[in-house]
């Protein structure tokens, strides 16, 4: 799980810090610690409706590992993690309040989805609250973009 989230979200925004050259080195912590947070949580949601085959087959996954309870707190920890992420970075540090603001309006949608995730148990349920988060993510990184 690790090592996808530190490709995914921190070393494809370095990349493109490198080529681009135009983003100072203190903004990119700012932007990239909260999607490594987000992406962690995805993982763990898109291992959720597997944990029942995962288990039964012997692959050990994080949330097999941790079961379904720990697993969801950690996911909606990890969600909560990166809002506050963003809180901090507000005001004296690296980003200015429109970008961390119009990230933060969708702190809303982040607290519905750990909320849904920690109560489903349905593949619907969960299904529908990885739109949501996918959703979210996605227009959180199109806003700090």
């Known amino acids: 799980m690790a090592l996808a989230s ?3 979200a921190v070393l ?3 990349v493109g810090l490198l080529v681009q050259g135009s983003t100072p080195a203190d903004r990119f912590v700012g932007v990239v ?3 490594l947070l987000l992406h962690g949580a995805m993982l763990i949601a898109f291992e959720r409706p597997d944990v029942t085959g995962d288990s039964a087959s012997g692959k050990q996954t994080l949330s ?3 079961g379904p309870t720990a ?3 950690l996911h909606g920890a990890l969600i909560g993690a990166a809002f506050g ?3 901090l970075a ?4 690296p980003l200015d309040g429109s970008e961390a603001g119009w990230a933060l309006s ?3 949608l982040g607290l519905l989805q750990a909320g849904w995730f920690t109560r489903a148990s349905d593949g619907m349920l969960v299904t529908a609250a990885l739109g949501l988060f996918g959703g979210s993510a996605l227009a959180m990184l199109v806003g700090l973009a």
């Open 33 to 35: 610690l909260p999607l």
């Open 12 to 14: 494809t925004p370095l």
């Open 106 to 108: 969708l702190a809303p």
């Open 85 to 87: 992420t963003l809180l």
């Open 71 to 73: 697993s969801a707190r």
């Open 64 to 66: 097999v590992r941790l």
């Open 90 to 93: 507000i005001g004296p540090g």
């Open 6 to 8: 530190v490709i995914v």
